[in-house]
């Protein structure tokens, strides 16, 4: 059970918003951690969407934003597109487990 | 362009030992933190281990400690994962990723880079 927790879905139709929580606690995104934010597109590796909380790579279109408040991070999507459908993990690290902490992963069906 | 090449996955049996090895090319290796993170079949996203850019610091997740050693060769550009006493629970795709440069605090930072991947089945 990942001490970072996503909704295990989300769906939205194409040119909507949707948004992904992450949830931790004050060991992790409340103690003001960087929540970093990854993509995995079906039969692929996972891609970096977003880190530093709210940074985009190069590669990452403006459609994709994070942002960071309290204990809990978002990801959110503009003008969903179907490319878009994938899984999408938040990522921080955690001092009670002194380790790297991946959320469960939400998975984002474009309708 | 950052390119990682995961090798040595394969079937092998409960009790036994596999290397894994991920190629690296494309950026200064020696001057990046390397990670190795792991994802069981239809499961999500699990960091196993992560060494500094010069091999001095080593961290891991609870659940390998003792059995699974991260290790690179900065001279063969070549980052790898020891696996002994393998399990079931061990089944699944291991990826090497890149994480932070030196400087930088190995367990903080994003994976900016992924390789492809290699498939590690602990069955008998």
């Not at chain 1, 295990?8 to 960087?34: E, L």
């Not at chain 2, 362009?1 to 020696?30: I, K, M, N, W």
């Not at chain 2, 994480?99 to 367990?107: A, R």
Request: with cysteine.
């Amino acid at each position: 059970q990942s001490v970072l927790t996503q909704p295990p879905s989300v769906s939205g139709a194409p040119g909507q918003r949707v948004t992904i929580s992450c949830t931790g606690s004050s060991s992790n995104i409340g103690a003001r951690y960087d929540v970093h934010w990854y993509q995995q597109l079906p039969g692929t590796a996972p891609k970096l969407l977003i880190y530093g909380n709210s940074n985009r790579p190069s590669w990452v279109p403006d459609r994709f934003s994070g942002s960071k408040s309290g204990t809990s991070a978002t990801l959110a999507i503009t003008g969903l597109q179907a490319e878009d459908e994938a899984n999408y993990y938040c990522q921080s690290y955690d001092s009670s487990l002194s380790g790297v902490l991946f959320g469960g992963g939400t998975e984002l069906t474009v309708l | 362009q950052v390119q990682l090449v995961e090798s040595g996955g394969g079937v092998v049996q409960p009790g036994r030992s596999l290397r894994l090895s991920c190629a690296a090319s494309g950026f200064t290796f020696s001057n990046y933190a390397m990670h190795w993170v792991r994802q069981a079949p239809g499961k999500g996203l699990e960091w196993v281990a992560v060494i500094s850019y010069d091999g001095s610091n080593k961290y891991y997740a609870d659940s390998v400690k003792g059995r699974l050693t991260i290790s690179r060769d900065n001279s063969k550009n070549t980052l790898y994962l020891q696996m002994n006493s393998l399990t079931t629970e061990d089944t699944a795709v291991y990826y090497c990723a890149r994480g932070p440069p030196m400087g930088f605090g190995e367990l903080l930072y994003s994976f900016d880079y992924w390789g492809q991947g290699t498939l590690v089945t602990v069955s008998s």
